[in-house]
């Protein structure tokens, strides 16, 4: 870790070194509400309106929140709830505009991450109990975090990571990333354990970013 910064410059995402295994996600948002997932286990699976589905996209809780610490519990059950919660963090995600998103970060406390590196936006991927079992090299990225909004460090990270999941219908898949993805999902597995990149800065720099926040938010307020 070696600076914060309010701008990303330095980092190029490239997604032509990264090959996913999973096939494209087949919807698009006809429309978009804005709620809470922590009450999304008691919703309908899927919601309609004139016959269109009625896609959603989820809160983003922001450091400091508390509920950002929380540690995730394995996915057991894989059903119409849990696919639905699946193509609303895409949804969210994608119009954040993010590449990638933990369930911890939409209030919902499960090992429950998704992705998309690609320029394309078309290779997303879907990790279910995610574990790295293996790892080598290191690379330090200027990371971002859309519950850190507008703040950027310098973080060190393993450069390839063999993970083993299972994708959206439990089904075990094994994936080896390198360069932004290992990052992505390095950063990712993070916040479902309750850690966020900020924590690899000094207690000094943390303050400075806690204190821009702050900053942001009054002149959100004000505005
Ligand atoms: O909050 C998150 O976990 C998502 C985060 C993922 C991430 C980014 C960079 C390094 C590690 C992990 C983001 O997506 S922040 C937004 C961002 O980096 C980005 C947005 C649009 C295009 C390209 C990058
Ligand atoms: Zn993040």
Known sequence: MTGVSERKSRNRVDSGRFASHIAPSAQLPYNFCRFDAGGLAAAPAATFVRNLPLMSQLTILEYPDPRLRTKAQPVVVFDAALQALIDAMFETMYAAPGIGLAATQVNVHKQLLVLDVSEEKNRPLVLVNPRIVAQDGSQTYQEGCLSVPGI?????????????????????QQIEAEGLLAVCIQHEMDHLVGKLFVDYLSPLKRDLVRRKLEKQRRSAAQA
């Open 152 to 172: 950027y460090a310098d973080v060190d990270r393993a450069d390839r990571i063999t993970v083993e999941a299972l994708d959206r219908n439990g089904q075990p």
